[in-house]
């Protein structure tokens, strides 16, 4: 950590230099401005006018890059709040495979479009802006969108229903969307802080916290896909008795019960709501050996596609658990009837 001796101006001014390696990176000359902005703990951060400009361009070279490989190159540019984004040949036509690539990656991403296109160049822009969303609004989002999933997986498991799977399974395209314009507004919020007021946050202190919460939705949603994709590929479907399924059904009520709360827990800074969590974790958490020790006798491969469905719920808990660890942390470091901080 680099040290500055604070000066006096004037009989009211106190005046610090700014580093010259952090003036030259940034371009800031005598006579430019600069931002401030004053965070909670006593923090200062300065940044400079190119900060708020929120137009920055990517270009992705894809001479020697395959098709998944620039996929992957859109997704992580558009990932790190680039506003346009460029794929390029030096020499020659894109081919197909690469302009493929371009127009699969815009279909996973919210707010992208091709804006311009040449033989060699694609532009794509993305028109998402990080004031049309807050964080905590996605964050509800992605776990309802998880909750609804899972809800229709096991109902297409309860009645055998493979049209309800494949709906389930639909819905991970939009649960990856909002996921990955989580990470699109963490990053950019965490390279600017200006934007945190933004994206809903009073200092850019969450963020780390809130990319782990939506990395634990985006799992749960997966969670919800693999019940979905064990009903919609099944040669046969598990015979199971109406005990089994009812008691699977109120298993994943109490899930849903549980990731939702502790997600309000992390919006709302609650401390009690983690507790909540917790105390409905200790009583579900083993509900999973429990429906199993307790199965009619079947066919080990109708008795595996059972436990896998049992599996993917109880893991899905242990992740609403996780954030429910995180909502702790970020109530704690605020005062409240439970903690005083000086």
Same mark, same amino acid.
């Given at each position: 950590?680099? =040290?500055?001796?604070?000066?006096?101006?004037?009989?009211?001014?106190?005046?610090?230099?700014?580093?010259?390696?952090?003036?030259?990176?940034?371009?800031?000359?005598?006579?430019?401005?600069?931002?401030?902005?004053?965070?909670?703990?006593?923090?200062?951060?300065?940044?400079?006018?190119?900060?708020? =400009?929120?137009?920055?361009?990517?270009?992705?070279?894809?001479?020697?890059? &395959?098709?998944?490989?620039?996929?992957?190159?859109?997704?992580?540019?558009?990932?790190?709040?680039?506003?346009?984004?460029?794929?390029? +040949?030096?020499?020659?036509?894109?081919?197909?495979?690469?302009?493929?690539?371009?127009?699969?990656?815009? =279909?996973?991403?919210?707010?992208?479009?091709?804006?311009?296109?040449?033989?060699?160049?694609?532009?794509?822009?993305?028109?998402?802006?990080?004031?049309?969303? =807050?964080?905590?609004?996605?964050?509800?989002?992605?776990?309802?969108?998880?909750?609804?999933?899972?809800?229709?997986?096991?109902?297409?498991?309860?009645?055998? #229903?493979?049209?309800?799977?494949?709906?389930?399974?639909?819905?991970?395209?939009?649960?990856?969307?909002?996921?990955?314009?989580?990470?699109?507004?963490?990053?950019?919020?965490?390279?600017?802080?200006?934007?945190?007021?933004?994206?809903?946050?009073?200092?850019?202190?969450?963020?780390?916290?809130?990319?782990?919460?939506?990395? #634990?939705?985006?799992?749960?949603?997966? #969670?919800?896909?693999?019940?979905?994709?064990?009903?919609?590929?099944? &040669?046969?479907?598990?015979?199971?008795?109406?005990?089994?399924?009812?008691?699977?059904?109120?298993?994943?009520?109490?899930?849903?019960?549980?990731?939702?709360?502790?997600?309000?827990?992390?919006?709302?800074?609650?401390?009690?709501?983690?507790?909540?969590?917790?105390?409905?974790?200790?009583?579900?958490?083993?509900?999973?050996?429990?429906?199993?020790?307790?199965?009619?006798? +079947?066919?080990?491969?109708?008795?595996?596609?059972?436990?896998?469905?049992?599996?993917?719920?109880?893991?899905?808990?242990?992740?609403?658990?996780?954030?429910?660890?995180?909502?702790?942390?970020?109530?704690? #470091?605020?005062?409240?009837?439970?903690?005083?901080?000086?």
């Amino acid at each position: 950590m680099e =040290t500055r001796k604070v000066q006096r101006l004037g009989p009211s001014t106190l005046a610090m230099t700014l580093p010259a390696e952090w003036t030259k990176e940034h371009y800031v000359e005598k006579g430019d401005e600069v931002s401030i902005r004053m965070g909670g703990k006593g923090t200062l951060t300065v940044l400079p006018e190119s900060a708020s =400009t929120g137009e920055s361009e990517a270009v992705i070279h894809a001479d020697n890059l &395959d098709a998944g490989s620039v996929e992957r190159a859109i997704v992580a540019q558009y990932v790190l709040g680039r506003r346009v984004i460029h794929v390029q +040949m030096e020499s020659d036509a894109l081919d197909s495979e690469h302009i493929n690539a371009v127009y699969q990656a815009e =279909t996973q991403l919210m707010g992208l479009g091709v804006i311009e296109e040449t033989p060699e160049r694609i532009a794509i822009r993305c028109s998402a802006d990080p004031e049309d969303f =807050t964080l905590d609004n996605l964050l509800e989002r992605l776990e309802n969108t998880g909750s609804t999933m899972r809800g229709e997986a096991v109902k297409a498991l309860a009645h055998g #229903n493979r049209d309800l799977a494949e709906r389930a399974l639909n819905r991970e395209r939009q649960a990856n969307k909002i996921f990955v314009l989580l990470l699109r507004l963490i990053f950019t919020a965490y390279q600017n802080p200006n934007l945190c007021r933004a994206v809903g946050l009073d200092s850019s202190f969450p963020l780390i916290g809130y990319r782990s919460v939506a990395k #634990n939705l985006e799992l749960t949603a997966d #969670n919800a896909e693999d019940i979905a994709e064990i009903v919609a590929s099944a &040669d046969e479907l598990p015979d199971v008795d109406s005990s089994t399924i009812r008691r699977i059904r109120e298993f994943t009520d109490q899930i849903d019960e549980l990731t939702a709360m502790a997600v309000r827990s992390v919006v709302e800074r609650d401390y009690d709501l983690t507790i909540r969590c917790r105390h409905l974790f200790g009583e579900i958490s083993d509900r999973e050996q429990e429906i199993l020790n307790d199965l009619e006798e +079947m066919p080990n491969e109708e008795l595996l596609q059972i436990r896998e469905v049992l599996v993917s719920l109880q893991h899905t808990a242990e992740y609403a658990m996780r954030n429910a660890e995180i909502a702790a942390n970020l109530a704690l #470091n605020e005062e409240s009837e439970h903690v005083d901080i000086t």
